[in-house]
């Protein structure tokens, strides 16, 4: 069983920034799959940004050019960078990891964008 904490969430005016963080406790965090998904209230599940243990990355398109992936192996961790939030990225923002048939979430950590 993996564990993964995220942090980072909070309040921030449209145009701001935002780096949320998800720690796993994972020896073999390198091999997992990450991503970062969100879900804002009467909305499905969306997948915002996904990086594979070999770096390989993808975005949601709406966050193109605002929201950057990233992971440090070292530190079983994987970040997103959030810049120039809109209203519309407001979401409690799930971290995911995924290898083989192995598929675990974190608790989510709201964002909040409002003026």
């Known amino acids: 069983q993996v564990q993964l904490v995220e942090s980072g969430g909070g309040l921030v005016q449209p145009g701001g920034s935002l780096r949320l963080s998800c720690t796993a406790s994972?020896?073999?965090?390198?091999?997992?799959?990450m991503a970062w998904y969100r879900q804002a209230p009467g909305k499905q599940r969306e997948s915002v940004a996904r990086?594979?243990?070999?770096?390989?990355?993808t975005y949601l398109d709406n966050v193109k050019g605002r929201f950057t992936i990233s992971r440090d192996n070292a530190k079983n961790t994987v970040y997103l960078q959030m810049n120039n939030l809109k209203f519309e990225d407001m979401a409690v923002y799930y971290c995911?990891?995924?290898?083989?048939?192995?598929?675990?979430w974190g608790q989510g950590t709201q964002v909040t964008v409002s003026s």
């Open positions: 990086i594979t243990g070999g770096g390989d990355i």
């Open positions: 994972s020896v073999i965090f390198r091999f997992y799959t």
């Open positions: 995911n990891a995924v290898w083989g048939d192995a598929d675990y």
